[in-house]
């Protein structure tokens, strides 16, 4: 019922930035929560950065460096990545949760993040 696309990775030297991206489509509740996730090899997923009508959330890995946002009129969350290190390279993944009936929960493909020089 819901389709998340993201855009946005690719190669980035240390310090860089990049713009992640994920467009949501389908039946969408109002109420709901939008995020990122990332997963590296050999590590488990974990919470990058997520936003809801109650505020945002950060990874401690993350905080001070990420800004997440979001537009509800395109359905789109957006991560701002800055000062971009090795340690961040990983594949992202865009998640919603949303209520329709019941809690949904939803993923994207992934997008790769590769911080190398």
């Known amino acids: 019922q819901v389709q998340l696309v993201e855009s946005g990775g690719g190669l980035v030297q240390p310090g860089g930035s990049l713009r992640l991206s994920c467009a949501a489509s389908?039946?969408?509740?109002?109420?709901?929560?939008m995020g990122w996730y990332r997963q590296a090899p050999g590590k488990q997923r974990e919470l990058v950065a997520s936003i809801s009508s109650g505020g945002t959330n950060y990874g401690d890995s993350v905080k001070g460096r990420f800004t997440v946002s979001r537009d509800n009129a395109k359905n789109t969350v957006y991560l701002q990545m800055n000062n971009l290190d090795p340690e961040d390279t990983a594949v992202y993944y865009c998640?919603?949760?949303?209520?329709?009936?019941?809690?949904?929960?939803?993923w994207g493909q992934g997008t790769q993040v590769t911080v190398s020089s």
């Open positions: 998640n919603t949760k949303t209520w329709a009936l019941s809690w949904s929960d939803y």
């Open positions: 389908g039946t969408i509740s109002s109420i709901n929560v």
